[in-house]
């Protein structure tokens, strides 16, 4: 069993950066690909983006490419996703996940564990 805990969203201004925050505990953390996923309102969960267990290898949606950046520190049992030149079709409520293996890491449905969610409002 892995617990995630979100943090670090909030309100920002289109242009502007936020960084997110994902805490785990429970079983090891470091054996596990980490994904970040988000919805926005009246719309599926979305793929962000995803990281390996060591995070050697990393994958991003189209949407965000080039924007957003995937990170882990397996010592703190956390992972981030650092993100700049927000835009207001970022606002979304963003979650993290875990999934034990490096397949299918932009499908929802393939990750076990998820944490509640952090809320990222960009205003224009």
């Known amino acids: 069993q892995v617990q995630l805990v979100e943090s670090g969203g909030g309100l920002v201004q289109a242009g502007g950066s936020l960084r997110l925050s994902c805490s785990a505990s429970g079983r090891t953390f470091s054996s596990y690909a980490m994904g970040w996923f988000r919805r926005a309102p009246g719309k599926e969960r979305d793929f962000v983006a995803a990281i390996n267990w060591s995070g050697t290898s990393t994958y991003y949606a189209d949407s965000v490419k080039g924007r957003f950046t995937i990170s882990r520190d397996n010592a703190k049992n956390t992972v981030y996703l650092q993100m700049n030149s927000l835009k207001p079709e970022d606002t979304a409520v963003y979650y993290c996940?875990?999934?034990?293996?490096?397949?299918?890491?932009?499908?929802?449905?393939?990750?076990?564990?998820w944490g509640q969610g952090t809320q990222v409002t960009v205003s224009s």
């Open positions: 996940a875990a999934k034990e293996q490096w397949l299918d890491i932009d499908y929802f449905r393939e990750y076990h564990y």
